[in-house]
T-cell receptor, first 110, second 114 residues
Framework: TQLLEQSPQFLSIQEGENLTVYCNSS?????LQWYRQEPGEGPVLLVT?????EVKKLKRLTFQFGDARKDSSLHITAAQPGDTGLYLC??????????FGKGTKLTVNP | DAGVIQSPRHEVTEMGQEVTLRCKPI?????LFWYRQTMMRGLELLIY????????DSGMPEDRFSAKMPNASFSTLKIQPSEPRDSAVYFC????????????FGDGTRLSIL
């Protein structure tokens, strides 16, 4: 069974700080997706990483896929209150199914 | 373009009652997924369909849960009889079925079984 462990589970920081969220597994994934979920809504895709070692940037968000395609990280620079939400990583193992981590609940205080 | 549409948004009912959740996927998407989200277990895949055919139902908790997709634009998830431990947010998602494509989620149904 493929599992994705996310850490930390909860993170509360002040506006302007930097943070990193981790997503780890013992399994290899063909791709990894990061989603953000706000209260009362479904998850929304932020990015998909496919190649080992790949780095993608989305404004102040930087996503990295591990060389062995077993882990990923999300770094946010100068966090803003609008970044508040639940961040989920999801691995694709070769079929359409995604394996989701339990998420990191981020709160950015003004 | 309309996204994935789920109904109802909220459902409160007494244990033992039948519950039916509904989902309309994005037009043109041929894969549909049902998930359940709780604080303890996170987002769990219950079942998914491709071209209206159930492909993997290994996540369905027990026989009280059933899902159907009678056509490309409609799916239901039914719980009968419902139990308090079924309380959760249930999401439907659809995708084009191509590799590395995102899953598009509805806004979920918050189900409370009293």
């Amino acid at each position: 069974t493929q599992l994705l462990e996310q850490s930390p589970q909860f993170l509360s920081i002040q506006e302007g700080e930097n943070l990193t969220v981790y997503c780890n597994s013992s399994s290899v994934f063909s791709s990894l997706q990061w989603y953000r979920q706000e209260p009362g809504e479904g998850p929304v895709l932020l990015v998909t990483v496919v190649t080992g070692g790949e780095v993608k940037k989305l404004k102040r968000l930087t996503f990295q896929f591990g060389d062995a395609r077993k882990d990923s990280s999300l770094h946010i620079t100068a966090a803003q209150p609008g970044d508040t939400g639940l961040y989920l990583c999801a691995g694709e193992g070769g079929s359409e199914k995604l394996v989701f981590g339990k998420g990191t609940k981020l709160t950015v205080n003004p | 373009d309309a996204g994935v549409i789920q109904s109802p948004r909220h459902e409160v009912t007494e244990m033992g009652q039948e519950v039916t959740l509904r989902c309309k996927p994005i037009s043109g998407h041929n894969s549909l997924f049902w998930y359940r989200q709780t604080m303890m277990r996170g987002l769990e895949l219950l079942i998914y369909f491709n071209n209206n055919v159930p492909i993997d139902d290994s996540g369905m908790p027990e026989d009280r849960f059933s899902a159907k997709m009678p056509n490309a634009s409609f799916s239901t998830l039914k719980i009968q009889p419902s139990e308090p431990r079924d309380s959760a947010v249930y999401f439907c998602a659809s995708t084009s079925g191509l590799r590395n494509q995102p899953q598009h989620f509805g806004d979920g149904t918050r189900l409370s079984i009293l």
